[in-house]
């Protein structure tokens, strides 16, 4: 019989380095990498060709136009394709973020979300990271973290992965505000679990976030095998 998959989960709110920080992990212990937030992003991106005005959306509008998105195994993670084409650049857009949230409220798209992540890890050790990803998605994962950090210093690094730059503190501010008025839309999605690791990255370079993390896992995961003999 083949061994168990492993699944490391790792959560926290809008902005608190999950993704990237996902993603160098899961490359150090040659993981696949699975971000559940491209999907909520995905499905927000694809109803928004169908119609813009977020607050007439219903959830079977989300889940219709959710028949499009496919997510795929690429180069050491998940990729979610709108009608089969790479939507990176639409899924960071300020349009998608500041709709993403209500989107995520919606049971039907979070059941259909934690549908594609859970066939995603079924053949693959993954490093998740997400919503409700050590609480619902993965509650007997192997390892569990959950990140925070300040919301200034989220917003700063959330606007250095979209600009390519390092904001001045005006855009900081302002992404700071869209931050600090999400998180409590998010916090039903965003509760760490009991057996969670919780890391403050405020002051933490992503080095040094990913090495704790690689070290729990490998603490986790590396136990010793039971090679003892069998009487017959």
């Not at 994962?141 to 700063?156: C, G, S």
Request: proline residues 4%.
């Amino acid at each position: 019989m083949s061994a168990p998959r492993i699944v490391i989960a790792i959560d926290g709110p809008a902005a608190s380095g999950k993704s990237s920080t996902a993603q160098w992990v899961a490359r150090r212990l040659s993981y696949f990498h699975v971000d559940s937030g491209s999907l909520y992003r995905a499905a927000t991106a694809a109803q928004l060709d169908r119609g813009p005005d977020a607050e007439t959306w219903t959830e079977q509008d989300v889940l219709d136009a959710t028949a499009r998105i496919t997510f795929v195994a690429a180069d050491g993670t998940f990729v979610p394709l709108i009608d089969g084409k790479t939507c990176d650049e639409a899924l960071r857009s300020i349009k998608v973020t500041r709709c993403v949230s209500r989107v995520a409220q919606m049971p039907a798209v979070r059941a259909w979300v934690n549908a594609q992540v859970r066939r995603a890890a079924e053949s693959q050790n993954v490093v998740v990271d997400g919503r409700d990803i050590g609480t619902v998605v993965f509650p007997d994962a192997d390892l569990k973290v959950f990140l925070v950090a300040d919301p200034w210093e989220r917003a700063r690094r959330r606007l250095i992965q979209r600009l390519g730059r390092h904001p001045n503190d005006g855009e900081i501010a302002e992404e700071t505000d869209l931050i600090v008025h999400r998180d409590p839309k998010d916090a039903t999605q965003t509760v760490q679990a009991v057996d969670a690791v919780l890391i403050d990255t405020t002051f933490l370079t992503q080095e040094d976030q990913v090495e704790r993390i690689v070290a729990l896992a490998r603490a986790v995961t590396q136990r010793p095998s039971d090679t003892s003999a069998v009487d017959e």
